[in-house]
């Protein structure tokens, strides 16, 4: 089992930028890929970034290539995301989300744990 925990949403403006965190419990973490994922209202859940879980490996949508990076910290069992230059179309409840293999790609249905969300919302 795994918990899950984000953190750092809030309200800014266009082009400033944010840091989200993601805490996760349990001794095995360094063997799961971690994901970032949001939701904006009336929208379906989209991919935003992963990370392998040795760290190595990091994957972005086309949408924040560029604007945003994923890190994590394995022996602090923490993912973070970067946002910078953010856009109003950033607002959404962003979710970070574990599994054992790497997503890169669509909604999340495959992957094992998630967080709750945290809110972010850019104003323009």
């Known amino acids: 089992q795994m918990h899950l925990v984000e953190s750092g949403g809030g309200l800014v403006q266009a082009g400033a930028s944010l840091r989200l965190s993601c805490a996760a419990s349990?001794?095995?973490?360094?063997?799961?890929?971690v994901g970032w994922f949001r939701q904006a209202p009336g929208k379906e859940r989209e991919f935003v970034a992963s990370?392998?879980?040795?760290?190595?490996?990091?994957y972005y949508a086309d949408s924040v290539k560029g604007r945003f990076t994923i890190s994590r910290d394995n022996a602090k069992n923490m993912v973070f995301l970067q946002m910078n230059s953010t856009k109003p179309e950033d607002t959404a409840v962003y979710y970070c989300?574990?599994?054992?293999?790497?997503?890169?790609?669509?909604?999340?249905?495959?992957?094992?744990?998630w967080g709750k969300g945290t809110l972010v919302t850019v104003s323009s």
């Open positions: 349990g001794r095995t973490f360094s063997m799961y890929a």
């Open positions: 989300a574990a599994s054992t293999g790497i997503p890169t790609t669509g909604d999340g249905n495959g992957m094992d744990y």
């Open positions: 990370i392998r879980g040795s760290g190595f490996g990091r």
